[in-house]
C-alpha cells in the first residue's frame, strides 16, 4: 500500500493553504496513494550520476536593462482587490508574525 | 514529559562570559539602489504613495513572468568579491513557498543551493584597532516584500483587527549576506556585531550598490546567538533576533541575547528555538513564534528565470573596477593626513571622510581641509540642522577660500564670513570678496593713519614695543581692525608699527 | 481493411466545394473556408471583415449553446475590429497593403490568456469576474494584426485536464458526438474551430492540451518549441512545460496562426532570440522523398485503441509510398514520461497556483466558523474557489517538493527529464521527425473518466514526452476510427521535431495531410451538421455574461 497517511495529506493540505473536510481528507488519501504508487518508478529509472534538467532549453543570462517601465495608478492595483483601505489591500487579522 | 524552563533572570553579562562562550551569525539583508525592482521594470523608490510603484509582475498577477535586472546580478558580483567571496560560474534562483499576504505569488524568488558568492571573509576594525575576521558563507540575490501595516488598538500585528498591505517594496532587489558561525568573540560580541553591520555597510556605500540608509530599512540585520559552556565546542540552541535596524540595536541585542541565554541554562532550562523581535524602548527582545515543521519552504529551481552563468572574464572586469576596500582606505588615509587616531574618529563620526579626501585632492594641506570641515562648516550645518556634507560647499570652494587667506587678501575671520555667504547662494568666495568689499586694506595710506591714530590712543602699549616687548603690538591690532573694520592685515599693522618705531622687525 | 478515408456521416457538403464558379459566398459556407481562404477573399475584396465576423458570431449564437466552446462573446469589440480593417482596406494605399495577411479573419482565445476589457477565468471559480489590466504578449500580437477576437474559450479549469469536464463552468461538446469529450484542456478552442464558430483559436499546451483535443476533434495544434512563442499572459500551470501555440482546421492555417504569434519576447526570460521562419512555406511543401520519419517504438501497441492503430499504420502506408523512409527508433525512457510529468508537472502547479488567495484578486471566501484570520480566510477561499483535480495536483505537487521527499520525486523527475531529451537526440540521429498517434484513443464519452484520474492522465502518454524535452509537435487530422465500438470518430496523427525545427512538423503534417484527402476534401467536411437552435444564444455567449 501507499505510504501517504491521512495525517500527511492533513499537513499537506496545510502548506498548500486549502482548507478540507474529513471526508475530503479520506478521499484525498487513497486517490494520492494510487497516484504516487504509479508514479514511484521514475525513482528507480533515474540513475545516481544522471544530471537534473530544470529548463527544457539551455538559455543562460537573460538580463533585463536597469530601465524604469510603466506603473499602475493606485487605482489600477486595486481594481480587482476584494477590499481595500487607503490605497492598501485590506486583509483580515494575522495572526502569526514572521 | 515534565515542563521544561525556558525563562529566568538574565544574567550579568560579566557572570555570562565568565560561564559561557558566545556563538553568533548574522544574515544582513541589503537593499539595492537599482532603479528598478529585481524581476520586473517598475521603480525601486521609497516613500510614494501606496501601490503606485507597482505593474503586474509586482503584484503577481496571473501571466505574469519575471525578468532579472542585469545590474543587480553585477551589484552582487561586486559585493560578493568585496566580500571576499568565490563567485560562482553557474548559479539559478529558486522559489520559496510560504502564505503571508506581504509575499504577492506566496513564494519569494530567492537562491537555495547555489548562492552566486559563496565562501568569502570580511576584516572587520573594532573601537581599539584590533582586527577580527568573520568568515562570510555565502551572499545571495533576492526579492523584498511588500509593507504591512497593522490596523486596530495596539498598532502591532498582535491584537490588530485587520492589516494594509502595499506592495510598492515587494520585488525591490535585495542580496542576504550570511555570515558562518562566529566563535572566539568573548566578551568582544556585542562590539563586532556592531562592528560587522558597520563594515557592510560601508562596504555597500562604498560600492554604490545601496543607500544603506538603515533607518529605512536598506540594511537590515537578523543576529542569531547562541551559547556554549566554557570548554566545549558543541553549539547550544539559537534564538533568531529579527530586522535589528541600527548599529547600536545590533550590539544591545547580541548583549541582550547572551545575557538571556546564560540566565536559562545556568538555571538548567534550555534555549528555545525561535525568532525574537528587539524592543527598542526596553533594549530587550521578545518572543516571536517558534521554528516549526511549517516552515517547509518547498524550494525548487526557478523554471521562469534561466540560469545565471558568470565567466572569469566577467569577474576579472569586475575586480578590476573595486573601489577600495573602506577598511584600508582609512587606515591610508589616516597615515598620509597625520591626523591623531582622535582626530580621524572624529572625522569618520562625522560622515566627512570623503569630503576631507576631495578637498587634500584639490590642493588644500590635511589640516586645513579638517580645520574647516570639522570646524565652520560643521557649525554651520549644526545651526541649519542639517548635514555638512548637504550644505553645498563644494571641495573646490575651501580650496578657494584658503587660497584667498594665503594670498593674503582676506583673514580667517572674514573667511568664515565668506564662507558663511556663499552657503547663503552669494557666488564663489572671490566674487563675494569682491561685491562685499571685504579684500583687506593694504594701502599704506588708510592702513598708516590707522595704526597711528590707534599709536595715539595708546601711549603705553607704544612705550612697551619701544622698549622691546614686541608682543605688545597684539594691543594695537584690536584698535586698527576696528578702525578699519576687520579689513586689516595683521602682519602688515605690525610692520607700520615696528617701522614708526625704528625697529627692525 | 477499410479505405483510407470514407465520406459518409457527412450530412453537409459545402457549397464552395462543389460549385467553385459561384461569386457569391453564403455565411455557412463562409464558415466553412480555411483561415487562408478567408484571408484571400478578404484581400480580393470579395468579403469584408464584418461579414465575416458577423457570419462567425452568428454560428455561435446558433451553435454554442450545444457545443458551449465559449465562456465569453465579444461581438462588439469583435465588430469594431473587422470594421477597422474594412476600413483601412477601403482607403487603399499604403495603410491597405501593410495589413496583416490575417487582418479580419477571427480568433478565439483559449480562457487561459489574458485579455484586457474581457473577462478571464481560466474555467476556475477562483478568477470570476476577474479582469486583466493587462494583455497577453500574443494577444498584443494579435490585435496588432488586427484579428477580430471573437471570445474566450472553455477548458479544464487553470488547464488541469483532458476532456474540459473540469471546468467550472460546464464541460465543452465534441461537435463530432455532442454526448463525447472534445479532449482538454484545451476543448473549447478545438470544439469552436471544429464546429465552425472560429476558423483560428489559441490553446496552451502543458502535457497535450493542444494536440490531443485537436486529435479527437479531426482538427490541426500545434505545440511550439518550448519558448517559440511567448508565454507572457499565458495564466500559469507548469511553467518549464508551458507552451502557447495555434488551433485551426488545416495545417497551413497553424503555420500562419504560429509565424503571427512567434517570435522573441524580452518580457518571457525563456523566450528564445530567434526569428520566426516562415512555417506556412514548409506546410505547403508536400515533397516527402528523403524525409526520414520514425517509428517510436513506445508510443504504440498496448493501450491504443484497434481504430487508433489501424488509421497510424494507412498513414505511415500512405507516407511511405510517396517516398518517406519509415524507421523505427527506440526511446526506452518514454516508459517513464508519465511518471515524471506527474511530479514535475504537480509541482510547479502547487506553486503557480499559491498567488489565487483572496488577497489581491479573484474570489475571497470567509471561513463559515472560527475566528477570521487571513490564514483561515486564505484556507478557506482555496477550499471553494477551486475545483477537485486542481486541489488534488496542488496537494500532490506539495508533497512532491517538500522537505524529505524531494529528490526522491522533483529531483528523480528532473533526471528522467535528462533521460527522455537523450532519447530525443538519438532518435533524431536517425529520423528528420517521428511520428506515434496523437491521443490512445478516439473521444470518449462524457463522464466515462472522471471518477479514475489515472484514466484520464493516461490520454497524455504520447503527446507529454515533447513537453518535458521541449521539442515541437503536431496533431493532424489521420482519418475516422472504425472498430467494434466507437464509429467514425476522428484519429489524430502526432509529428514530432527537433527543438526549433518547428518547420518540420509543418512540412510532415502539411504533407501528410494532403495525401489523406480523398476528392480533394478535408476530413472535417466530414463533421456533422450540428442543429442551429435559436435560443442558444441565451447560455453562456451572450455579450459580458458570466
Known amino acids: 500500500m501507499s505510504e501517504i497517511s491521512r495525517a500527511d495529506v492533513e499537513h499537506l493540505a496545510k502548506l498548500a493553504h486549502i482548507a478540507m473536510t474529513d471526508a475530503e481528507l479520506e478521499k484525498m488519501t487513497s486517490e494520492l496513494g494510487v497516484i504516487v504508487d504509479s508514479v514511484k518508478q521514475v525513482q528507480e529509472a533515474a540513475g545516481a550520476d544522471v544530471p537534473a534538467t530544470s529548463h527544457p532549453l539551455p538559455l543562460t543570462n537573460v538580463f533585463r536593462e536597469d530601465v524604469v517601465g510603466h506603473v499602475f495608478t493606485a487605482e489600477e492595483s486595486l481594481a480587482n482587490a476584494p477590499d481595500a483601505e487607503d490605497s492598501r489591500f485590506k486583509v483580515p487579522a494575522i495572526l502569526d508574525g514572521e | ?505 | 481493411m477499410r479505405p483510407m478515408l470514407r465520406t459518409h456521416g457527412s450530412k453537409f457538403r459545402p457549397s464552395w466545394m462543389g460549385s467553385e464558379k459561384k461569386m457569391t459566398t453564403t455565411p455557412a459556407e463562409l464558415v466553412r473556408l480555411t483561415a487562408a481562404q478567408m484571408a484571400a477573399k478578404l484581400r480580393a475584396g470579395e468579403i469584408t471583415a464584418v461579414e465575416l465576423t458577423q457570419a462567425h458570431l452568428d454560428r455561435i449564437a446558433a451553435v454554442d449553446g450545444t457545443i458551449n466552446a465559449f465562456l465569453h462573446v465579444s461581438a462588439e469589440e469583435a465588430l469594431e475590429t473587422a470594421a477597422e480593417v474594412d476600413k483601412i482596406r477601403a482607403a487603399g494605399g499604403t495603410g491597405a497593403q501593410a495589413l496583416h495577411p490575417l487582418a479580419g479573419v477571427p480568433i478565439a482565445v483559449k480562457d487561459l490568456i489574458v485579455t484586457k476589457g474581457q473577462p478571464t477565468t481560466a474555467g476556475s471559480k477562483m478568477l470570476q469576474g476577474w479582469m486583466s489590466p493587462y494583455d497577453a504578449t500574443v494577444v498584443e500580437k494579435i490585435r496588432a494584426a488586427k484579428l477580430p477576437i471573437l471570445g474566450k474559450t472553455n477548458l479544464d479549469e487553470f488547464a488541469m485536464g483532458s476532456s474540459t469536464e473540469h471546468s467550472a463552468y460546464g464541460p465543452t461538446r465534441n461537435p463530432w458526438d455532442t454526448g463525447r469529450i472534445p479532449g482538454g484542456s484545451g476543448g473549447g478552442s478545438a470544439a469552436a474551430v471544429a464546429a465552425f464558430e472560429a476558423p483560428l483559436a489559441l490553446g496552451t499546451d502543458t502535457g497535450g492540451s493542444i494536440r490531443q483535443p485537436g486529435a479527437v476533434t479531426g482538427t490541426v495544434g500545434t505545440k511550439p518549441t518550448y519558448g517559440s512563442v511567448s508565454r507572457y499572459g499565458a495564466i500559469a500551470m507548469a511553467s518549464s512545460l508551458d507552451q502557447i501555440g495555434p488551433v485551426a482546421r488545416t495545417v497551413e492555417d497553424a503555420a500562419l496562426l504560429h509565424e503571427l504569434i512567434g517570435g522573441h519576447d524580452p518580457k518571457d526570460s525563456t523566450s528564445l532570440p530567434e526569428e520566426v521562419p516562415a512555417f506556412s512555406e514548409h506546410a505547403r511543401n508536400h515533397q516527402l522523398t528523403g524525409l526520414r520519419i520514425g517509428i517510436i517504438k513506445q508510443l504504440q501497441g498496448e493501450g491504443y485503441q484497434a481504430g487508433v492503430l489501424a488509421r497510424f499504420q494507412e498513414a505511415l502506408e500512405a507516407l511511405r509510398s510517396a517516398g518517406a523512409e519509415i524507421v523505427e527508433v527506440d526511446c526506452p525512457s518514454f516508459d517513464y514520461a508519465l511518471g515524471a510529468y506527474y511530479l514535475i508537472m504537480p509541482s510547479e502547479a502547487s506553486s503557480n497556483l499559491a498567488r489565487y488567495d483572496g488577497v489581491r484578486y479573484g474570489t475571497r471566501v470567509l471561513p463559515e466558523e472560527g475566528p477570521l484570520t487571513i490564514e483561515r480566510v486564505m484556507g478557506a477561499t482555496r477550499a471553494a474557489g477551486f475545483g477537485e483535480e486542481v486541489k488534488r495536483r496542488i496537494i500532490l505537487g506539495t508533497y512532491a517538493l517538500s522537505a524529505g521527499y524531494y529528490d526522491a520525486y522533483y529531483g528523480s523527475a528532473q533526471k528522467i527529464r535528462t533521460l527522455i531529451q537523450r532519447d530525443f537526440e538519438a532518435a533524431f540521429e536517425q529520423a528528420d521527425v517521428l511520428i506515434s498517434p496523437t491521443a490512445p484513443t478516439v473521444a470518449f464519452p462524457l463522464g466515462a473518466k472522471l471518477d479514475d484520474p489515472l484514466a484520464m492522465y493516461l490520454n497524455d502518454i504520447a503527446t507529454i514526452p515533447a513537453n518535458l524535452a521541449g521539442v515541437p509537435g503536431i496533431s493532424v487530422p489521420g482519418g475516422l476510427s472504425y472498430d467494434e465500438n466507437e464509429q467514425g470518430l476522428p484519429v489524430g496523427i502526432q509529428f514530432l521535431a527537433p527543438a526549433r525545427e518547428d518547420a518540420r512538423v509543418y512540412h510532415a503534417a502539411g504533407a501528410l495531410e494532403k495525401l489523406l484527402q480523398t476528392d480533394a476534401e478535408p476530413l472535417w467536411a466530414q463533421i456533422p451538421e450540428l442543429a442551429e437552435t435559436a435560443g442558444a444564444a441565451s447560455s453562456s455567449v451572450v455579450e459580458g455574461a458570466n
Not at chain 2, 304 to 329: F, G, Q, S
Open chain 2, 1 to 505: 514529559m515534565t515542563e521544561t524552563l525556558t525563562e529566568a533572570q538574565p544574567l550579568s553579562f560579566e557572570e555570562a562570559l565568565e560561564r559561557y562562550e558566545p556563538v553568533m551569525g548574522f544574515e544582513v539583508h541589503v537593499e539595492l539602489n537599482t532603479a528598478t525592482k529585481m524581476f520586473s521594470s517598475a521603480p525601486n523608490a521609497f516613500g510614494d504613495e501606496p501601490n503606485t510603484n507597482v505593474n503586474e509582475v509586482c503584484l503577481g498577477l496571473p501571466g505574469t513572468l519575471p525578468v532579472v535586472n542585469g545590474k543587480a546580478v553585477e551589484s552582487a558580483i561586486r559585493l560578493g568579491l568585496a566580500l571576499n567571496c568565490q563567485i560562482a560560474p553557474y548559479c539559478r534562483f529558486a522559489r520559496k513557498q510560504y502564505f503571508y499576504p506581504d509575499t504577492p505569488k506566496n513564494w519569494q524568488t530567492s537562491q537555495y543551493d547555489e548562492p552566486i558568492a559563496f565562501d568569502g571573509h570580511l576584516d572587520v576594525e573594532l573601537d581599539d584597532g584590533e582586527i577580527f575576521r568573520v568568515e562570510i558563507e555565502r551572499a545571495h540575490m533576492e526579492e523584498d516584500a511588500g509593507k504591512l501595516t497593522h490596523a486596530g488598538t495596539s498598532g502591532r500585528i498582535q491584537g490588530a483587527e485587520y492589516s494594509l498591505v502595499d506592495y510598492n517594496r515587494s520585488g525591490v532587489p535585495l542580496i542576504e549576506i550570511v555570515t558562518k558561525p562566529i566563535t572566539g568573540a568573548g566578551e568582544r560580541a556585542p562590539e563586532i556585531a556592531r562592528a560587522y553591520v558597520s563594515a557592510i555597510r560601508d562596504i555597500v556605500k562604498a560600492l554604490d550598490i545601496s543607500d544603506a540608509r538603515m533607518e529605512r530599512g536598506n540594511v537590515r540585520c537578523d543576529a542569531n546567538v547562541s551559547l556554549m559552556p566554557k570548554g566545549s565546542s558543541r553549539f547550544g540552541t539559537r534564538s533568531e533576533t529579527k530586522n535589528v535596524n541600527s548599529m547600536r540595536a545590533v550590539e544591545h541585542a547580541v548583549h541582550y541575547e547572551i545575557r538571556r541565554h546564560a540566565g536559562i541554562l545556568a538555571a538548567g532550562g534550555s534555549i528555545v528555538q525561535e525568532t525574537r523581535h528587539w524592543q527598542e524602548t526596553t533594549r530587550t527582545t521578545s518572543s516571536g513564534r517558534p521554528k516549526s515543521d511549517a516552515d517547509d519552504y518547498r524550494y525548487f529551481p526557478e523554471p521562469d528565470l534561466v540560469p545565471v552563468t558568470v565567466t572569469e572574464e566577467w569577474v576579472a572586469a569586475l575586480r578590476a573596477e573595486l573601489p577600495e576596500p573602506p577598511a584600508e582606505r582609512r587606515r591610508r588615509l589616516r597615515q598620509s593626513w597625520g591626523y591623531t587616531d582622535a582626530e580621524f574618529r572624529d572625522v569618520i563620526a562625522a560622515g566627512l571622510l570623503d569630503a576631507i579626501e576631495e578637498t587634500v585632492e584639490q590642493g588644500a594641506a590635511p589640516a586645513v581641509a579638517r580645520k574647516w570641515w570639522m570646524g565652520e562648516i560643521s557649525r554651520l550645518a549644526n545651526a541649519r540642522d542639517t548635514e555638512p556634507a548637504e550644505l553645498g560647499v563644494s571641495p573646490a570652494t575651501i580650496v578657494e577660500l584658503n587660497g584667498l587667506i594665503e594670498q593674503g587678501r582676506i583673514n580667517d575671520k572674514i573667511a568664515r564670513q565668506v564662507l558663511e555667504h556663499h552657503v547663503d547662494g552669494e557666488g564663489s568666495p572671490a566674487e563675494i570678496v569682491a561685491a562685499r568689499g571685504l579684500e583687506v586694506v593694504s594701502d599704506d595710506g588708510a592702513l598708516t593713519a590707522a595704526v597711528e591714530k590707534a599709536m595715539a590712543e595708546n601711549p603705553d602699549v607704544v612705550e612697551k614695543v619701544a622698549a622691546g616687548k614686541l608682543k605688545a603690538i597684539g594691543a594695537l591690532i584690536g584698535p586698527v581692525m576696528k578702525e578699519t573694520r576687520g579689513q586689516a592685515d595683521a602682519g602688515k599693522v605690525r610692520e607700520i608699527v615696528l617701522q614708526k618705531l625704528g625697529i627692525e622687525g
